[in-house]
C-alpha cells in the first residue's frame, strides 16, 4: 500500500485437507505493489513486526468480523503512552531453553517457570506466570521480601541498613548486626502493616531508637563510630535529590507542580558534548526549573554533574546501594554551582521580605529556615564577619555585586551592595553541615 504503515491480517482458514498443522508446512509469500512507482524493482520495505497468530474463534458468527477489525485497529494504533509488556500466553508464549555450553544458538532441555530449590515454593495454586510471581514475593511464608524492603527503609533513615549489603542478604553479603531486630519488623512490615511503607516508616521514625540525640561522646565514637548498635541518633548527609529539594523548599521557590516530562534546571555548558549526540541541554525557564530533583533530566552516559558530585547512582550498570561520601568537590558545588548560588540569592531576598533589616536578624533568620532551631552566638559572629567582610568587598567592586544581583539595577548602590553580602552569606548558611547533614 502507498501509505506505507498499514499492517494487514492474513488468514489461512485452512492448511490442506487431511492435514494438521504439526504435519504440514507451506510457503508464505507476501507481495507489495506500489501503483506510484513504474518499476517494481524499486520498492523498498521495513517490516515494523510480522507475527503468526491463531485465527479468532466463532468463524461463522457475525460478530467475528468486528472483532478481527477491532483488534488490528488495537494493533495499529499509534500512542505517546509507555508501552507496557504483557504475558505471553497460547501461540504468544515463549519457549524458554538451557543454551548448551551458554550458547544462545543451541538451545538445549525445554524448561519451566519454578523458584530456586534454596527458596520457599510458590504458593499453592498460583499459576507459574507473573501473577503467581507477584503472589510468591508477597507470601508469608517468604520473609526475604519484606526483609530486603524493611533494610532498605531502615538504611534510608539511619545510613547504615540493619544488614549493610543493601544489595545482597545472603551467604555472600555482611551479616545482620541486629537479625532479630531485623526479623520483627519483617513480620510487622508483612501482618501488621500489611505492606504499608509508610506505616512502617512512621513505627521507625516515633520509636526511641531514631528519636535518641544524635551527638556523640569521644569514648562511645571511638567503640562504635558507624553507629552500628544503635547508642545514638543518626547522623548522615542526605542524599542529591534530597539536598537540592531542601535548598529549593528552604529559598522559597520548591514547585509543587507533580508529574509531566523531565524538565532541565541550570547545567554548565559542554556537559553533553562528551559523548555527545546531537542533543542539547535547553534550560528550563519559570517555575519548570524549580521543580523537585526527580523532575530532571537525566541522560544515561552523561547525568547531572551536580547531583553526581553528592553519588548520584551511574546509569551505565544496575547500582542496587549509594555509597554515601564526603569529598571537597562537594563544598565546591555548594558554594559555587549557579544552581546554588540562585537558591541563595532567593533565600536572602526572602528573609528581606519578611522584615529582617539588620544582618543580625536576616542571618537569624536564614539560619532558622535552613536548620529548623537557633543558630548559636558563635555561630552568628562566624557569619555577621563574612556578612562584613563581603559587604567590604562589593563597595571595592560594585560590577560584581550588579553580576550576582542582575535584577536589582533600580536600587540604590548601598542597598545593593548589602543584598549582595546577604547572599553571599546565605550561600553559606546552605554549605554549613547543619544544613547537608540530617541530625
Known amino acids: 500500500k502507498t501509505a506505507g504503515r498499514e499492517i494487514h491480517a492474513l488468514d489461512f482458514p485452512a492448511i490442506l485437507p487431511g492435514n494438521t498443522p504439526e504435519k504440514s508446512w507451506r510457503d508464505v509469500w507476501l507481495i507489495y505493489e506500489n501503483p506510484a512507482l513504474k518499476s517494481p524493482d524499486a520498492v523498498g ?18 460478530e467475528r468480523d468486528k472483532a478481527e477489525a477491532d483488534m488490528m485497529q488495537l494493533l495499529r494504533a499509534e500512542t505517546d503512552f509507555t508501552p507496557v509488556m504483557f504475558e505471553g500466553v497460547g501461540a504468544f508464549e515463549r519457549a524458554t531453553h538451557v543454551f548448551e555450553r551458554g550458547n544462545w544458538l543451541v538451545p538445549g532441555e525445554k524448561v519451566q517457570a519454578r523458584t530456586p530449590r534454596i527458596l520457599p515454593p510458590m504458593p499453592a495454586g498460583a499459576p507459574t506466570n507473573r501473577l503467581g510471581l507477584a503472589q510468591w514475593l508477597c507470601d508469608t511464608q517468604n520473609p526475604l521480601t519484606a526483609r530486603t524492603m524493611v533494610n532498605r527503609l531502615w538504611e534510608q533513615l539511619f545510613g547504615l541498613g540493619l544488614v549493610e549489603t543493601l544489595e545482597d542478604l545472603g551467604s555472600q553479603g555482611i551479616a545482620p548486626v541486629h537479625p532479630e531486630l531485623l526479623d520483627h519488623l519483617a513480620w510487622k512490615f508483612m501482618h501488621e502493616h500489611r505492606w504499608s511503607i509508610k506505616k512502617m516508616l512512621r513505627e521507625i521514625v516515633l520509636s ?30 542526605l542524599s542529591a535529590e534530597q539536598l537540592r529539594d531542601k535548598a529549593l523548599a528552604v529559598a522559597g521557590v520548591l514547585s509543587e507542580k507533580m508529574e509531566g516530562p523531565g524538565v532541565m534546571p541550570y547545567q554548565p555548558a559542554g556537559v553533553w558534548k562528551s559523548p555527545w549526540s ?162
Not at 45 to 62: C, I, Q, V
Not at 210 to 223: F, H, K
Not at 412 to 420: G, H, K, P, S, V
Open 208 to 237: 526511641a531508637t531514631y528519636r535518641q540525640d544524635a551527638r556523640v561522646s569521644e569514648d562511645l565514637l571511638a567503640r562504635d563510630p558507624r553507629n552500628e548498635l544503635l547508642a545514638r541518633g543518626p547522623r548522615v548527609r
Open 278 to 439: 546531537g542533543d542539547y541541554w535547553k534550560q528550563s525557564e519559570g517555575e519548570d526549573q524549580y521543580r523537585r530533583a526527580v523532575y530532571t533530566f537525566v541522560k544515561r552516559t552523561s547525568p547531572y554533574p551536580a547531583a553526581v558530585t553528592f553519588d548520584l547512582a551511574p546509569r551505565e550498570v544496575c547500582a542496587a546501594r549509594r555509597i554515601r561520601t564526603n569529598t571537597p568537590l562537594q563544598a565546591l558545588t555548594t558554594l559555587n554551582d549557579s544552581a546554588m548560588v540562585d537558591m541563595a540569592r532567593h533565600l536572602a531576598l526572602r528573609v528581606e521580605k519578611d522584615g529582617a533589616s539588620d544582618p543580625a536578624e536576616q542571618i537569624s533568620m536564614m539560619y532558622r529556615r535552613a536548620v529548623g532551631w537557633d543558630i548559636t552566638p558563635e555561630k552568628r559572629r562566624a557569619l555577621e564577619e563574612l556578612y562584613q567582610r563581603s559587604l567590604d568587598y562589593y563597595r571595592r567592586s560594585p560590577a560584581d555585586a550588579r553580576r550576582l544581583l542582575p535584577l536589582s539595577e533600580e536600587v540604590a548602590d548601598e542597598e545593593l551592595y548589602r543584598r549582595a553580602a546577604a547572599v553571599v552569606t546565605a550561600n553559606a548558611v546552605l554549605n554549613l553541615d547543619d544544613f547537608l547533614v540530617k541530625g
Open 45 to 62: 520495505l521495513t517490516f515494523d513486526w510480522l507475527a503468526f497468530r491463531e485465527a479468532l474463534p466463532g468463524r461463522d458468527k457475525a
